[in-house]
């Protein structure tokens, strides 16, 4: 396995993920001889994962039963340790595409956090791409490091632990893309473009609050960045349920025994999140 | 600037290049072709004249459709006026305030003055210009210049380009696929390099074309067709390079029952009868789209074209041209249309200038045997496509499938869901929420899948200026849904609904308690 590239058997090394239901699944790092706990009872490595496909039913030992999942960036998310708010998919994906990544591109990205965005940059530009991800806590920049290590894709990123604002992304003249999640992004704008090809490319920077997104405008603008745009997306999960509507009695009538009906129908959640941050892009023109 | 030629040259537009004109918020896809006028934004001008010139340059417009790169200080004017008023209980509403009429604008025009001075003239002929807010001298000069800008920018096309121009177009022919829900698509399909992926779409080839950008030349995709042949005019109008389209396949719907029977002899010359599924699940018999044509022969593709395609095919090849159309397309055109085939006509003047004796029985025989022997050619062709797609499907191990039509979802994932590995993520993209809901309940029918979900996304643009912050417009609800989710390996011992408590039976019981 790799978070780039599909393969059919579990082996010995690969991060995979045990699924318990859907909103209760961890990652395992299967291991030769480890065993992994779960609420059906154990589960032993070398019988039970290893040389196995993806996607097959294992039963533990208290005879109940898993899935086991090939990790993608999307599962990594929802299941990652966090050191920091991430990034979720909904906003990943808009990322994604309004930065026009695909194999090949070169990637600046700051900071690396929990490196949830991290793993769909890379996964999407591979196998020929680059990240240069800049992240200021010593601790999670080496963090970061090490899962990139054990999900075998550090061949396709480089950690950099510094500063963004102050010492910029260590390279000039090479990204494509630029992605800014940190708390001042007015303050990187013009590392971003000295990171940017002189061709030209694309800018990003997430911000949860509206002032943080007016001062950045203002940085683009005066960096000479063009087409700024600012979005927000949320998702929204329906409930696919059957509900019964009972109906109402009008006295005694043999014509309609029903006392309810059935319809398949989707609710809404109560309560959803409404705001994780504002999406701005914008385009460098070629200088 | 010019340093360095070569670096450059992969930046300049060159002839026969597909790309976006921008102007505004608005986009268009064109070829660039020798001499071709384009209409764009009630203008028309030739895009060939921008030819050598850099990727992402504005033009203005001059006379004769001629493009002239703009110099990159031109665009600020020299509007802004020092003098504003504060508010506007002095302005009064008399519809005198402009001086100019509109036929002293049109003589400007005539002249051939720039944008910016026919703006200008505007602003100095308005009485009330002064007295306006800064804001509002801002609000005014930018609604003039929407008006009489003639500029175009010419970019090079992108998934995120090409998404919005359909969303901002044409959306009857995306099947009103917001490019908020493609971006989420793509996302939730872990679509990337060196996988295969399946591919059903009716979205003028956009969402095919989004996936190869995303899959760059690697691996392969299978594009599965309804009727006589793929659409993909949007895919063109990506302009990729040659070496990916080595990677597309396809492979027409109509023979997915029989390829899933294990049926489909694609060795045999003439597929029709042999083609014929013995053995078709339930599920698929209640299939509208996939049932119809099961036996599909050659003949009735044929006939089903000039109904299901060119219609089709005359909206997406509007932003390029008639001839860009898909290679496919054109080879299956002819045998129907003979007009389109300039080889045969050439043929037919040259035997019927030599031969005098009976020259019209002469010609016509010719003219039915070189039409076979091109028949044969053509089905053989297709027979070795078809038989190449059919065996990367056989191996039902796909990476992932996308589904995104105007067809019944439901039919159509439960077909193709089974050419997918286990561990695989698929997304259904659908117009409309209710069908999803059915492809859901079948699915947890059915088993063989996990984290199955059904969403959809709200956009929301800002206007961010300097105190003038503020949500633009709200998009919600015409984005379309997606259903998602990840294969497993089948339950054999099928446990009919005992999956756990992934749908709340629960609540049953109590709403229902008489």
Known sequence: MSFVEYSDLIQDGDVAIVYLGPESMMPVKVKQGAQTQTRYGVIRHSSDLIGRRYGSKVTCSKGGWVYVLHMTPELWTVNLPHRTQILYTTDIATITMMLELKPGAVVCESGTGSGSLSHAILRSIAPSGHLHTVEFHQQRAEKAEEEFKEHRVDRLVTVRNQDVCKDGFGVTGVADAVFLDIPSPWEAVRHAKAAMKRQGGRVCSFSPCIEQVQKTCEALVDQGFEELSTLEVLLRVHDVRTVYLPLPDFGPDETAPQTSVALKTTTLPREMPGHTGYLTFATKPRT | ?514
């Open chain 2, 1 to 514: 600037m010019a340093d360095n030629v070569d670096e450059d040259s992969p930046d300049r537009i060159k002839a026969g290049d597909y790309v976006v004109l921008k102007r505004g918020d608005i986009f268009k896809a064109v070829q660039i072709q020798p001499k071709k006028k384009a209409m764009f934004e009630k203008q028309w001008f030739l895009p060939d004249t921008a030819v050598g010139q850099l990727y992402g340059s504005t033009f203005d417009v001059a006379p004769g459709g001629i493009l002239q790169p703009r110099k990159p200080k031109d665009t600020e004017g020299s509007t802004d006026a020092n003098e504003a008023g504060t508010d506007n209980r002095h302005i009064l509403d008399d519809g005198k305030s402009q001086k100019l009429t509109r036929d002293d604008i049109e003589i400007l025009k005539g002249q051939g003055l720039k944008d910016q001075e026919i703006i200008q003239q505007l602003v100095d002929n308005s009485s009330t210009f002064r007295d306006k807010t800064k804001y509002a001298q801002d609000k005014y000069i930018k609604k003039k210049k929407k008006k009489y800008e003639n500029t175009v920018t010419i970019l090079r096309p992108s998934c995120r380009i090409l998404a919005m121009m359909y969303h901002g177009r044409e959306p009857g022919k995306i099947c009103h696929m917001r490019y908020d829900m493609l971006a989420q698509m793509l996302t939730l399909a872990n679509i990337h390099a060196g996988s295969k992926v399946l591919v059903f779409e009716t979205c003028a080839g956009l969402v095919l074309g989004s996936v190869m950008e995303r899959m760059g030349g690697y691996g392969s995709v299978i594009q599965m067709f309804p009727g006589g042949g793929p659409v993909r005019a949007g895919v063109e109008s990506f302009g990729f390079p040659a070496h990916f389209h080595d990677t597309l396949h396809e492979f027409p719907i109509c023979h997915v029952n029989a390829l899933l029977a294990g049926t489909l002899d694609t060795a045999c010359k003439d597929p029709p009868a042999a083609s014929k599924p013995s053995v078709a699940s339930a599920e698929e018999e209640q299939n509208p789209p996939t049932a119809e044509p099961t036996s599909c022969p050659e003949e009735l593709k044929m006939e089903a074209e000039p109904t299901s395609c060119p219609e089709e095919l005359k909206m997406e090849a509007e932003p390029t041209e008639p001839t860009s159309c898909p290679e496919e397309l054109k080879m299956e055109a002819e045998p129907t249309e003979p007009t389109s085939c300039p080889e045969e006509l050439k043929m037919e003047s040259k035997s019927g200038a030599e031969k005098i004796n009976d020259p019209e029985k002469e010609e016509r025989e010719k003219r039915i045997e070189a039409k076979a022997q091109e028949r044969k050619v053509k089905l053989e062709e297709k027979r070795k496509k078809l038989a190449s797609a059919a065996a990367l499907l056989e191996g039902r191990n796909a990476d992932g499938l996308v589904i995104a039509s105007r067809f019944h979802p439901c039919p159509v994932l439960l077909g193709l869901i089974q050419f997918l590995s286990p561990s695989r993520p698929f997304v259904v993209y659908s117009q409309y929420k209710e069908p999803l809901i059915e492809c859901f309940t079948k699915l947890k029918e059915r088993g063989g899948t996990v984290n199955l979900r059904l969403t959809d996304t709200w956009l929301r643009r800002y206007q961010v200026l300097p105190n003038r912050t503020h949500p633009l417009l709200l998009m919600s609800g015409a984005g379309g849904f997606i259903l998602s989710g990840t294969t497993v390996a089948v339950d054999d011992s099928k446990p009919a609904n005992s999956q756990r408590a992934e749908e709340p039976a629960a609540k049953r019981q109590k709403v229902d308690g008489r």
